[in-house]
């Protein structure tokens, strides 16, 4: 039976040797792990979603919205980012996640604007205007061709634009119209020669590198090419290979916008860990102070408790978990919470210390009495955990929340293993020895006086 | 032994009057649904020079946001929540404001629209309601073995309803005078406590099991009044270890979180004297009433 502990003991150590491998250094990955992923709330990122418009699409919806997501996927990679999500959800909605970047308004508005440029002239006093910026009032630059209406956009640029410095240092964004541009081009620039032509995204003029609309004054009328100034080479780089991909296949609404700055996430990361030190310190203190010996032994079932939560999240299938705010919140309560196993065998085991039993006698009968109690009340975490699980795949808005139901579950799960495993090994270590026969020291300071 | 259980009339009585107070509180104050609940956008901005609350609110009504809630952080952000508010409305909010206070820096966006909060409040809702009636059913099955189970099941789920209310009643004063609104992360810490609250319940319901089980007592009074003095020391270290780790969140954490933290704090000191005094107190009632029931 001891010598049966004494395995099970070390066991245990290589198991936590391994955790400890695993979680340090946490921002690294060991052992096929990566390091710790934090959620868009920590790391600082961009999650929208998107509600495609297919009302006006007759034939294949599906393919309109995976056609949207793969042009959404072509207006993002030039712009840099690491690990974008673009997924769908549901039929209609689209889901775009960048983690650690703050895109500018002005790209956030590009990427779901069906043409990304879109052509303006000044409106009159009486005409109602689209746009309205430091210039002017402005509405769509339209023709009349064959009878039909038809607004000047990017949609008329062929995908061959590319971007050029001259001599001076100036850059050019360079475009083709396609035919039918051509002739609304020169319908309009002809009208408009003397007079400014706006570029507008979306519901914003673009705007030059100092801050101002781009609005060229009209010189001759622009039958077959045109270039735009005043972005620098990055941005006319950028918006150049966005303009080639071509328009979205379907209007986009965004429904849904969360954008976090990289400071704020990165200070609340300091603040957890903070939390998480001083609220576990505080608990192994008080567990110590009460439960003395067994308090002691609890502490450090605790510790392994936090190595070994901590190795899951970096192992946990697909990459680990991504640790949301509400994740870490989840995790530091669970500190909390994994003692209670604790407490409930210790609790047990006092009594049977106070009714006259062993040592020996009292860790065992502790341990299997209060186990009835620890399952149901785990088990009920659990069915919570799925359900608070559920709600935060469900909505876009409550996404944080799937985060903090799975760190909960782990954390949950764990504390069983450990509770039940590692503080057990460890009490069964001492049958035997002198120190058992000190009953005290594994009781409350309480127990004494009642037996 | 103290005869707790004894005064179950008081217990009960006592709870009453302040449960009545607790929905009294929410009918009169009402709970401010959050954005994802009601729609909206949340602004979060740092100013470079120093910007009164009061000269923000007259700048942003003098934009056009009116009714808009301000609160300020620890760190000295401004956190503003007003109506939902499109990329271009944000872009030219956070220019005017530039203009007048100087240059300032968005830490948070957060916008969201009718139709994404209308799912949210109706998943939400299903999620609470699926809970409660996961737990009645759970707790049913545990004891099964007992005379009545689903009386067991009855009262876990009666005080779980308990501590949410009086939760709820709290954060409907504490959300009128300190300007707080109800959150996802609130609802987070709801559904925590019903999923760990209903753990001390399961506790001192375990021990009557057991005790009834050993035949300590053909009293079920005598035994349900046994079973809590027993498991009250441990029913106290736990809310405590629990409530350290949440303290420690909510003083270092802050903000965002708060919602979650407060929710726990207080539903679990709620919790702790329902499970300990109420759900015991429950099961003698209808037991006694059984009794009487039955008698010739």
Redesign the interface.
Known sequence: MRRRNSIVFIVLCIIFALAVSVVFPLDKGILGSRGIKLGL?LQGGVHL?Y?ADLSQVSGDQGGAVDGAMAILNNRINPMGVTEPVIQRQGTDRIVVELPGTKIT?QE??RLSQVDILQFGELAAENETAKWTDELGRWKPATAEIDGVTKPLSSQYFKSNTYVNRDQMGNIFLFFEWTDEGARISKDITTRLVGKPLGIFE???PLRSTAGIPVAPTVIEAITDKGQITGLSFPEATTLSKQLNYGRLPVPLK????????P??GS??VA??V???I???A??ML??IL?YKLAGLIASLALIFYAALVLAVFKLWPGGGVTLT??G???F??S???A??AN??IF?RMK?EINSGRTYAASVEAGFA?AW??IW??N???F???G??Y??GS?????A??MG?ALT?FIGVAVSMFTAIFVSRTMLRLFVGTALAKHLALFS?VYAGGRG | MFDIIGKRKWILIITAIYLLVAIVAIGIFRLKPGI?FSSGSIL?LNFEQKVTQADLQTALDGAGYENTIIQQTA?GDYIIRTREM???D??GLEKTLSDKFGKL?????????P???A??TQ??AI?VA??LV??LI??TW?FRRMPSPVLFGTSAVLVLAHDVIFTLGFFAIAGHFLNWDVS??F??GI??L???G??NV??VF??IR?NLTRGVSKDFAAVSNMSMI??L??CL??V??????????L????A??RD??VV?LVGLVAGTFSSTFIAPALLVVWEKNKEMKSAP
């Not at chain 1, 965004?254 to 700055?261: E, G, P, Q």
């Not at chain 1, 469900?394 to 409550?398: L, T």
């Open positions: 709330d979603v509600q308004d956030k508005e979306g519901d914003e965004l429904i849904f916008d969360d954008t976090v700055s400071v704020l200070d609340f603040r957890s903070k939390a998480g001083i609220g576990s505080l608990v008080f567990m009460y705010l509400a870490i919140g989840g530091v309560v500190i909390g919470m003692v209670d407490v409930l609790e009594e009495r009835s109690a149901d009340s088990v009920t975490t069915i919570v955990c359900i608070l559920w709600l469900s909505v876009a808005a409550s944080p929340v903090f909960l409350s | 994802e979060t760190g499109s990329g271009a944000k872009t820096r968005e830490v948070e966006f957060n916008s969201i629209s139709m994404i909060a799912e949210t998943n939400t999620a699926i809970a996961a737990m759970y707790m545990a996802l992360m609802i987070t559904l925590a019903v999923g760990y209903i753990n399961i506790v375990d021990r057991e027993e498991t020391g441990r270290n736990s405590i270890t629990t409530q350290i780790t949440v303290l420690a969140v003083l270092f954490v802050g965002s979180i979650f933290a726990l």
